[in-house]
Structure formats: structure tokens, C-alpha cells
């Protein structure tokens, strides 16, 4: 508890993210023992100087994650430290992942699938409608649907999964003690029965604007595949379909008559080749290829392929734990996203490799 309390108060430093933060704690040892460095050891660490030693070093921090902790004991939050292993797989992987999220609900948070749904604060009646059938869809394949508790589709997706039983994550801007919009109170009760709601922020953050592309990119993050509903040309749902074509994740837009505004951002998005073309959670279940997903099939594989140095190497890599993310080959591995890209299609097409939902990787014998 006590190295939690100094982890909290380490991400509430000013000017120290995610990245400083993992830094700091690799060269000290522990979020304790940077409390407890010398300000000159600090400023000597690449990226602090001695004005970021200085902050890190002030004494009203501590005090603050002390009163958090409280706010966490009273409110039964779990506090996910980003190497626990409760900690969502899909985010840690990357450098700018969380230190640290606050977490309240009843759903573990490496689901085998999970899908993002987001789109206009304001939909038209087709949007909400279109939005609930996606829900229906999706109820098969047991799927976490993943949006971000706002106005529009992003309430209705999490209201139409608690309506059939389906596990929803929300991601918020803000801190426990402000569920926004307050309108979504009743609904945010509910998701904690049967999903969750999540932040990185803690108590008494405010749903500031600066906060909502933070929150855009762990929803990206989470979802293997990222579906917009209705969208302009701009706003938040283009920013977290930006961060998911950034993670490598499957998008999926809805399009639309080109005259309407709402259709604009989804067919731009299309246009651009940003985005799958959805007309029904169908295309979604074939191109993530769901839909073999209970079905064994026989992979004949000649036990002296020939692979070259770099196709070994992520043969290897992925042999070392059974299953990899594309997180995990593109971090792990020395090798650029094209010829990443390119060696395991490769690797497919030998029968090496097989693809999972998700863009996961095992060896096929």
C-alpha cells in the first residue's frame, strides 16, 4: 500500500507522464525510492533536470496521494499498476501507457474480444438505431464492448449492452467522483455489474477537454476492432480511429449518404482507407475472421520450411510465449512495421503462423 501511495503521487507531478514516470522508477529502483533520491541524482536522470527534480521532490505531492488513497479505499477502486497482471495487456505494451488506472467494475480486463464502438455526441435516429443492432450482432461471440461513457453512441452502445447482457467497459476523462455526463449515473451503476468503468485519472480531475484525446487513445488501445457510428470530419470519434489505425487495430465505418453531415468523418475515413466499410456486424465477423473462431482446422506444415534470418527471429519470438500481440512483435522485434507486416503474411502463407482475432499470433504446429 505504502508503494502505492508513492506511484499515485508520482503521476501527479507536474510534467511527468507516463514515459518519465517508468524512467524515473528504472533508475531508482521503486516510486518509494524516487521520493527518496537526492534532487542532484534526480536532475542528473535524462529528461528531469532540475526543475522536474524539484517538482518531484515537493512535499504537497505526498500529501495528496495519501487523501487518494483514502478516496480508494472508500470507494473500492482497484489501482492497476501498468506490470500487475490485472493490468489491460492490449495498453501496456506501449511506452505511453498509463502508469497507473483506476478501476471499478466486475469484468477482467483481458477479455478474449473486445470491441470499440464510438461516434456522434448527437446521432440521428438510424445512428442509435444501427448502433443497438451492432450490439445485437456482436452478442455470439462474447465479446467486452469499450466506449467512453459520453452523450450519443457512446451511451447507447453501453446502454444496449447492459440491456442484453453484455459485458462493457467505459473509459472516462475524469475521476470516479465525477461520472460526466451526470446523466449516466444510473447507466454507470449498472455497467459496474456487468463491466466496469475506467480512468487513469485520479478523484477530483475534471472532464476537461485536454482529457479526452488521453481517454481516445486507451479506448483504441482496448478494442480489438474499433467501430464509428456517424461522425463529422472532426472530433473525437476520428481521433480514436486515428490512434487505432496508429495501434494497428482493425476500423470499421459506417458510411452514408454523402449530403449528410453526420456520414462525413465514417466516409472519409472509408475514402482514405482508414476504415472497413461496414454495412453490418457480418463484415466485421468475416474480415476478423470470427467466424471460424470454434472451428479446428488442419494445418499442413512441412516440418523443414525455409525460413529466412528475420522470419526466424519472430518465429522465435513468438515460440518464447506461445501467443503475441502485434504490440508485442513490433516492440520486441528489431524490425520496421513494413517488413514486419510482410514477413508474417509470409509466415502465413508457409503455414508457420496463424492469426488470432485481435491481430494475435501463434505457430500453427
Known amino acids: 500500500m505504502k508503494e502505492t501511495m508513492y506511484r499515485i503521487a508520482l503521476t ?20 518509494e525510492a524516487v521520493f527518496r533520491e537526492k534532487r542532484s541524482a534526480l536532475s542528473r536522470i535524462p529528461g528531469i533536470g532540475a526543475a522536474k527534480a524539484a517538482d518531484i521532490l515537493k512535499s504537497q505531492v505526498l500529501s495528496r496521494a495519501e487523501a487518494e488513497l483514502d478516496f480508494i479505499d472508500k470507494n473500492q477502486i482497484r489501482v492497476l499498476f501498468f506490470l500487475d497482471e490485472e493490468y489491460p495487456k492490449r495498453l501496456r ?13 466486475s469484468q477482467d480486463l483481458n477479455p478474449a474480444l473486445t470491441v470499440g464502438i464510438v461516434g456522434s455526441r448527437m446521432p440521428s435516429e438510424q445512428g442509435k438505431m444501427i448502433t443497438e443492432k451492432l450490439i445485437e450482432g456482436l452478442l ?8 467512453g461513457l459520453a452523450y450519443g453512441v457512446d451511451g447507447c452502445a453501453h446502454k444496449n449492452s447492459v440491456e442484453h447482457h453484455l459485458p462493457t467497459l467505459g473509459v472516462m476523462g475524469s475521476g ?11 447507466l454507470a451503476k449498472k455497467m459496474m455489474k456487468n463491466g466496469g468503468l475506467l480512468t487513469e485519472f485520479c478523484s477530483q480531475t475534471k472532464p476537461d477537454k485536454v482529457n479526452f484525446p488521453m481517454r481516445n487513445r486507451i479506448i483504441a488501445a482496448l478494442s480489438d476492432a474499433l467501430i464509428v457510428v456517424e461522425s463529422k470530419v472532426s472530433g473525437g470519434s476520428i481521433i480514436t480511429a486515428e490512434f487505432a489505425n496508429e495501434y494497428n487495430k ?9 449530403t449528410d453531415e453526420l456520414s462525413r468523418g ?9 476504415a ?14 470470427w467466424d471460424d473462431m470454434d472451428k479446428k482446422k488442419a494445418v499442413q506444415t512441412s516440418l523443414f520450411v525455409e525460413l529466412d534470418r528475420e522470419q526466424q527471429s519472430i518465429v522465435d519470438f513468438i515460440r518464447a510465449k506461445k501467443e503475441r500481440t502485434i504490440e508485442e512483435l513490433i516492440y520486441g522485434l528489431n524490425l520496421t512495421s513494413s517488413t514486419l507486416a510482410s514477413q508474417l503474411l509470409a509466415l502465413e502463407f508457409k503455414g508457420v503462423v496463424r492469426v488470432l482475432p485481435g491481430k494475435r499470433y501463434i505457430l500453427a504446429f
Request: hydrophobic share 40%.
Open 12 to 31: 501527479m507531478v507536474p510534467n511527468i507522464g507516463p514515459v518519465l514516470s517508468k524512467n524515473l522508477m528504472g533508475y531508482c529502483g521503486s516510486a
Open 93 to 105: 505494451h506501449f511506452d505511453y501507457s498509463p502508469l497507473l488506472l483506476y478501476y471499478r467494475g
Open 140 to 147: 455470439p461471440y462474447n465479446v467486452v464492448t469499450v466506449s
Open 176 to 186: 470516479h467522483d465525477i461520472i460526466y455526463p451526470s446523466a449516466h449515473r444510473d
Open 250 to 258: 482493425d476500423v470499421f465505418a459506417v458510411p452514408g449518404r454523402p
Open 266 to 274: 465514417c466516409n472519409a475515413l472509408i475514402k482514405k482507407n482508414k
Open 276 to 289: 472497413h466499410l461496414l454495412e453490418s456486424i457480418d463484415d466485421l465477423i468475416y474480415i476478423m475472421r
